[in-house]
């Protein structure tokens, strides 16, 4: 599903994968949103699938999670953006599809 095997941050507090997990339940299959990112970049589109926690290893072999979400471009919807839970500031709910 993500063209990069392994992200850029792995969690493994508590609060931090609650966090990760709340986000989540803001992104049901279908939901059609837009996300604004920590970088200040916004992308809309439709949900794929809800996206789900994983644990992963980075190169040293330690061990934590993430999770990425698919979103199908608004404007483009064959092309689709793979975004690192992480990277989302705010979910902004557009509409049900």
Not at 19 to 24: M, T
Not at 44 to 63: I, L, M
């Amino acid at each position: 599903m993500i063209m990069i095997e392994v992200p850029q941050h792995l969690y493994t507090r508590q609060v931090d994968i609650l966090h990760l997990e709340s986000l989540i339940q803001e992104l049901p299959d279908e939901a059609q949103v837009e996300l604004h990112l920590t970088d200040g970049t916004r992308v809309s589109g439709t949900v794929s699938t809800r996206p789900s926690v994983q644990v992963f290893r980075d190169s040293e072999g330690a061990q934590g999670f993430n999770a990425a979400v698919r979103i199908d471009d608004q404007q483009h919807p064959e092309h689709a953006h793979y975004i690192w839970m992480d990277r989302i500031a705010q979910v902004v709910h557009l509409a049900s599809a």
